[in-house]
């Protein structure tokens, strides 16, 4: 439900790149292990089966609600406005998850033990949109379901490169007959500068500005965005070593894919630190 408003160990412990969690076993994070194959988010097109392995889907009542981020075996970021007025254990986890429809091989479907909203996150603001789910057991990594990687510390938001999003959201606005997806989809939109988006929203009329916590990512044209159903997924780079890093979360924004009106996201860098101590508070 990207919110379309004015304004989405056993034995150890080991080091997954950029964060530590309680494992079973050693994986990289951010790595594709499936990399052949082909089959929307607005704009965007079908994920082949383990493209984006760290991508989940948030279900309630057995159908898809938000999406979400693996980024340890027992945690997963999505965004805080996906669980207002909800109660925890009425949320399960499905990762590995590609189609809908189907139930597939690869799927691990988790109960969620936790969850922690931002402490300053206030419903219906979009500001601190962040939550972090624990799961009641931990996730298997295996060539499907796969942890992001977290920003370095200290990074800055990666304005100017391309990013991917992605989700089981809305392919168009209700408005232009659009429906969900029923498959993965994905969209590769550019980060742009706050300066940019900014200058985009009051172009365009609107009364909204970047808060701190925030970036956007999307085409002065429009064509390519998330949409209702995408909240709380994942927007990530490509490094140049091949890992994938979580710069984003799908957060809000005005329509979809609509021209100069770019989707919102949660800075991941901006949190890091309320994150590692959240994972912190968990292993004491």
């Not at 669980?83 to 949320?91: I, K, L, Q, S, V």
Request: net charge neutral; hydrophobic share 40%.
């Amino acid at each position: 439900m990207r919110a379309a408003a004015l304004l989405t160990l056993a034995a150890c412990a080991v080091t997954v790149r950029g964060q530590s969690d309680s494992n079973t076993t050693m994986t990289e994070c951010g790595q594709q292990q499936v990399l052949s194959g082909r089959g929307r988010i607005v704009g965007g097109s079908g994920a082949y089966a383990g493209q984006l392995p760290w991508t989940v889907s948030i279900q309630l009542a057995g159908q898809h609600f938000c999406g979400g981020t693996l980024i340890g075996q027992r945690h997963v970021l999505s965004a805080a406005h996906c669980f207002h007025n909800r109660r925890t254990a009425d949320f399960r986890v499905v990762a590995g998850e590609h189609d809908l429809r189907v139930a597939e091989p690869a799927q691990q479907e988790l109960a969620v033990a936790a969850l922690t909203v931002h402490d300053q996150y206030k419903y219906p603001s979009f500001r601190n949109d962040l939550a972090l789910l624990t799961l009641a057991a931990p996730a298997v990594w295996g060539p499907f379901v796969q942890p992001a990687c977290l920003p370095a510390a200290g990074a800055a938001p990666p304005t100017g490169r391309t990013a991917t999003v992605a989700g089981w959201g809305w392919l168009a606005e209700y408005r232009d007959g659009g429906r969900r997806a029923d498959r993965l989809q994905s969209a590769d939109v550019p980060v742009q500068t706050r300066d940019t988006c900014n200058a985009w929203f009051a172009a365009a009329g609107k009364r909204l500005t970047l808060k701190p916590g925030q970036i956007c990512a999307g085409l002065s044209e429009g064509g390519k965005d998330a949409c209702q159903g995408d909240s709380g997924g994942p927007l990530v780079v490509a490094e140049p070593g091949g890992s994938h890093t979580l710069v984003g979360v799908v957060s809000a924004g005005i329509g979809c894919a609509r021209p100069s009106l770019p989707g919102i996201y949660t800075d991941v860098s901006h949190y890091l630190k309320w994150i590692q101590l959240r994972l912190a508070e968990e292993q004491e």
